[in-house]
């Protein structure tokens, strides 16, 4: 096996994979959309991953029960701002910001990536 055939397959599986992420990304926004439970919630601290420059707002809300959740997501907020939140009353750590911006970045980004590897390895393929 040559090294062109090994990176056309490693573009063609990343592609895949991120294909996939943004499809089951966008099946999760669309139950959200249609079942989720809209609750308002606080960014009450920031993870910081070793070597990594950017943060994560860690975001509390509270569920429909009465119970506390805090969860990892967002981007860009600041400690202290309250921000819409969505989830699935049978799962709280399904939780997503509710706002335009961070409904369709993920999903975006993950097609995106997916189409730019899909791509390479097309591009490749018919240049053989």
Do not use: N, W
């Not at 961070?102 to 591009?123: C, D, E, K, Q, T």
């Amino acid at each position: 096996m040559t090294g062109e055939t090994i990176g056309t397959g490693l573009a063609v599986l990343v592609g895949l994979v991120s294909l996939g992420a943004g499809a089951r990304e966008a099946r999760l926004q669309m139950r959200l959309g249609r079942s989720g439970v809209h609750a308002e919630g606080v960014v009450v601290d920031q993870e910081h991953e070793r070597g990594d420059d950017c943060s994560t707002p860690v975001i509390e809300f509270t569920d429909r029960q009465g119970r506390p959740v805090a969860r990892g997501l967002g981007m860009g907020m600041d400690l202290g701002t309250h921000v819409p939140v969505v989830y699935l009353p049978e799962r709280p750590q399904s939780a997503r910001v509710f706002t335009r911006k961070h409904r369709l970045s993920p999903i975006v980004g993950l097609l995106a990536g997916a189409m730019i590897f899909l791509g390479v390895a097309v591009g490749v393929l018919l240049t053989r």
